[in-house]
């Protein structure tokens, strides 16, 4: 089963490593040592993550320690240093959304793509389901954010039926 | 600093009611100390950067309410109290919610009774920690790095006071620890949770020096040792370093810098090793051949400058970090390993000297222990080149705390002992090679015999002051026969690495240049009892070594007559074939994390595929493997072969001095620049694929 995991993620990871990209991106920030966060968000957006190699890549092209970036990259929650899923699914859980019912939904995406207890991203890498703290939307509580595009006023049902939607799209990609 | 020339002014304020002088003092708490008045802390330490984490220093001002003492510049009329109610609670609320977090297996911990957390919690009175403990009786965290040969992390005990990641930034500038995650998450660790054995940990060790728990401890051979000095079969042989001798008496109440060389022998043969000898009298070895090495590269202007060997975090540094200055290395072993090499051939046979055959000890029954003041030899010693027929040449490395508590264990009265000759041969060693164990003194050691043997005179005062003192940067230069010979020494790696900085820029010339990764050089050494907090012990030591130097009748290391006799009988002379083989080594590049491979391209299943691998390590990046990616992709893409070439980043391949590397289908090939990558795309690529 993990093995099987293993390959998936190495088999739709494959197409997003463009080793080049990181040399453009770090020789666009000039190698400055204080655009170090820029760099990784950048890094992360061409490949979803930041590898553990691409991490030491990063910290020997700008002359700095693996250890540095690895403590940046771990202190900020924006970066995943794990593969994320096809699709990045975000339930807000600041007040406003949480007293509006944000964990009943949160609890329905779960169930509905199949997440084992602790763990955020499925085995076949489609899904990625994480709470965030306030996305500044709280008129619109309960909000979901799937791939940068923003839900509002979510229930458990109106999640099930895009979640549905996704995971039929999802299959025919494959 | 910066107004040396102007007089401090003096101003005043008041510490617990009472007036308080100062001047140019960088922080509230150093005047409080100055006054001496205690303030608890587990994260200021006056050489590292002001930290502010542990908020133990706190105290109240007039107008400001609580502040962190260690964080506040010192202004004139302010009113400090430091023992308040408020300070009080704070400082016994903050070791409680510590404790609370802290596997507390205090009775069996390495750093018992020289902790801070565990001295501090009982002057507070700390006697109950109302939360829940983190760890029950016997849990530890789940990640105890164990499996380097110095230093053992124990997460479970950290504090998160920083002090091992600032030492290990601004004074070594190795920066191999960092806060990692964030709140009640944050630990501190190498780069990705890795073991210090797979990250570019140099293993100074000054981590473990400068933790107040047993976070960061040293990893002890003190039981191996005693299984072995317990086994009959047996032969327990002990060298000591020069430094060992300035600190060991601290442990037992002596006043700084006593040299305790003769109370440690006695204690040592107490404890039941076999033959105790001295590492000063290997260190005179060292001169005479690295003597002769610097000799050399004066006359034909080789490798200049001459990298000093002994310090092993040095050499393991240069090894991972600036292979391009491997050869400017000194191919001496260090003094411990030439001891180790000498007794495992030397004198073994000298023993065995007129034994009959039931009475001599063969190869396989010796063991030798070195007492070090250092962490990294214990690294040294199982490095592969000083592995011979199988055997280590040096068996074991104690440090300095570990003799201690080899002496406490075995109940010796270490201070009322009666003081006692080491064994011979090799009994006699010189004042040059004592001063091995402070920053300068293997440089004016060396500085001596090179002085005397290329100018046939003899030097009157043999003491070079320049090279003298705690300084981390000095720099001399003497006339040699003519010739001006500019020398560096530095200690601590992060000067280590601005010298090698101005070297290749060509900003700085020099013909010998002496390193040691810690402060102070060995005497200063992680393996030492703790002294970081008093610039006061490091002198004291120093001044220890250098009045060895005067008491002994011997300055010069080709004085030394068991050195002279050592040459005639064994080695033939400096720099001969087999001194060459017992007492050089060799270097090379080493991986600085041990990662794995990057896929940039992926030929797809079941063709004719071949397999590109090219290097992307710093040496071949700045050279321009980048560039060879680039042309490399392009041309595979122009031949329609995007199926068929696998091509692969990874990192280095260990050949810096030849880089670009690039491996094609197993085949090593240097110096692939992307001019050269044509004609090789077209040699061991395209010809295979070439349509017949």
């Given at each position: 089963m993990v093995a099987e995991a293993k390959k998936n993620q190495e088999k739709i990871f494959e197409k997003h490593r463009k080793f080049c990209k990181v040399n453009e991106i770090v020789e666009k920030y000039k190698y400055?040592?204080?655009?170090l966060i820029a760099i990784l968000q950048e890094v992360q957006t061409e490949y979803r993550y930041l590898p553990e190699e691409i991490m030491t890549y990063i910290a020997t092209m700008m002359d700095i320690s693996p250890a540095a970036v690895y403590g940046v990259a771990t202190f900020?929650?924006?970066?995943?240093?794990d593969p994320k899923g096809k699709y990045e699914i975000k339930v807000c859980d600041g007040t406003a959304c949480h007293v509006r019912g944000s964990m009943p939904v949160y609890n329905a995406i779960r169930e509905k793509v199949g997440l084992q207890e602790?763990?955020?991203?499925?085995d076949d890498l489609q899904f990625t389901v994480e709470t965030v703290r306030c996305l500044g939307a709280c008129a619109l509580a309960p909000v979901v954010v799937i791939n940068g595009k923003v839900y509002s006023k979510m229930t458990a049902d109106a999640v099930k039926i895009i979640v549905d939607e996704l995971l039929k799209r999802s299959e025919n990609d494959n | 600093m910066s107004n040396t020339m102007e007089s401090k002014v003096e101003q005043k304020l008041q510490v617990d009611s009472r007036e308080i002088t100062f001047t140019d003092e960088k922080n509230l708490l150093e005047v409080i100390r100055k006054a001496g008045i205690e303030v608890p802390t587990?994260?200021?330490?006056?050489?590292l950067s002001t930290y502010?984490?542990?908020?133990?220093?706190v105290v109240e001002i007039d107008g400001?309410?609580?502040?962190t003492s260690c964080t506040v510049k010192p202004q004139a009329g302010m009113k400090v109290s430091v023992n308040t109610e408020k300070t009080r609670k704070i400082r016994k609320m903050t070791v409680e919610l510590l404790l609370a977090a802290?596997?507390?297996?205090?009775?069996?911990?390495?750093?018992?009774?020289?902790?801070d957390l565990q001295s501090l919690a009982k002057k507070l009175g700390?006697?109950?920690?109302r939360f829940p403990s983190?760890?029950?009786?016997?849990e530890h965290h789940v990640?105890?790095?164990?499996?380097?040969?110095?230093v053992v992390r124990d997460?479970?005990?950290?504090?998160?006071?920083g002090a091992c990641v600032r030492v290990c930034r601004?004074?070594?500038?190795?920066?191999?620890l960092s806060f990692v995650n964030?709140?009640?998450?944050a630990e501190v660790m190498p780069a990705y949770n890795k073991g210090l054995d797979e990250v570019?940990?140099?293993?100074?060790?000054q981590c473990t020096a400068v933790c107040?728990?047993?976070?960061?401890?040293i990893k002890s051979d003190v039981e191996k040792v005693w299984n072995r000095i317990m086994d009959p079969k047996k032969k327990v042989v002990v060298q000591i370093a020069p430094a060992v001798r300035v600190a060991a008496g601290e442990a037992f109440g002596?006043?700084?810098?006593?040299?305790t060389l003769g109370l440690i022998t006695a204690s040592l043969r107490k404890i039941g090793f076999d033959a105790v000898f001295d590492t000063s009298f290997s260190a005179d070895l060292t001169i005479m051949e690295e003597g002769t090495e610097l000799i050399e590269r004066l006359k034909t202007?080789?490798?200049?400058p001459l990298f000093t060997s002994c310090c092993p975090a040095w050499v393991r540094f240069l090894e991972q970090?600036?292979?391009?200055?491997?050869?400017?290395?000194?191919s001496c072993k260090s003094p411990q390993q030439m001891f180790g090499s000498v007794a495992k051939k030397v004198l073994i046979e000298e023993f065995n000297v007129n034994k009959p055959e039931e009475e001599q000890i063969k190869k396989e029954d010796i063991v030798i222990v070195s007492i070090m003041p250092c962490t990294a030899k214990k690294a040294e010693c199982g490095k592969?080149?000083?592995?011979?027929d199988g055997q280590q040449d040096v068996d074991f490395v104690l440090t300095t705390q570990e003799l201690i508590r080899m002496i406490n264990e075995a109940g010796v009265d270490f201070k009322h002992i009666e003081p006692e000759h080491l064994d011979s041969p090799f009994a006699i060693f010189t004042g040059a090679g004592v001063i091995f164990?402070?920053?300068?003194g293997v440089a004016e050691a060396a500085l001596r015999t090179a002085y005397e043997i290329i100018t046939g005179k003899k030097i009157e005062?043999?003491?070079?002051?320049?090279?003298?003192?705690?300084?981390?940067v000095k720099e001399l230069t003497i006339n040699i026969d003519g010739q001006d010979v500019k020398v560096a020494i530095v200690n601590t790696l992060s000067q280590a690495s601005a010298l090698l900085e101005r070297v290749k820029k060509g900003e700085a010339e020099y013909h010998m240049v002496e390193i040691m990764a810690c402060p102070g050089g060995c005497l200063g050494?992680?393996?030492?009892?703790?002294?970081?907090?008093?610039r006061e012990i490091k002198e004291k030591r120093m001044k220890g070594l250098y009045d060895s130097d005067v008491n002994n009748?011997?300055?010069?290391?080709?004085?030394n007559p068991e050195i002279i006799r050592l040459y005639d009988k064994w080695?033939?002379?400096?720099?001969?074939h087999i001194a060459h083989e017992l007492l050089h080594t060799h270097y090379k590049n080493r991986k600085r994390i041990l990662g794995e491979i990057i896929n940039l391209s992926s030929a797809a299943e079941g063709e004719k595929v071949t397999d590109v691998q090219v290097c992307v390590g710093n040496n071949c990046l700045a050279k321009g493997s980048y560039g060879a990616i680039d042309a490399l992709t392009k041309l595979i893409k122009e031949n329609g072969l995007e199926n068929n070439v696998n091509i692969r980043a990874t990192f280095c391949m260990e050949a810096c001095s030849k880089g670009p590397s690039v491996v094609i289908d197993e085949e090593h090939i240097d110096g692939v620049t992307p001019e050269k990558i044509k004609a090789i795309f077209k040699e061991k690529i395209l010809s295979k694929y070439a349509k017949s």
């Open positions: 400055e040592k204080q655009n900020y929650s924006q970066f995943s240093l602790g763990k955020f991203t499925t | 587990f994260c200021y330490r006056p050489n502010g984490a542990c908020r133990m220093c400001m309410g609580v502040q802290h596997d507390r297996d205090c009775t069996i911990c390495a750093k018992s009774e020289n902790c700390v006697r109950d920690v983190k760890y029950g009786p016997g990640d105890i790095d164990n499996d380097n040969p110095s997460p479970g005990k950290c504090i998160l006071c601004e004074i070594q500038g190795t920066e191999c964030r709140g009640s998450d570019d940990c140099t293993y100074c060790g107040p728990t047993g976070a960061l401890r002596l006043p700084l810098g006593t040299n202007g080789e490798n200049l970090r600036h292979p391009e200055f491997l050869k400017n290395l000194s592969e080149e000083f592995i011979t164990g402070s920053t300068g005062n043999v003491a070079i002051t320049e090279a003298r003192g705690l300084n981390t050494g992680a393996g030492q009892p703790p002294s970081y907090k008093d009748p011997l300055h010069k290391s080709h004085d080695l033939e002379k400096p720099s001969s």
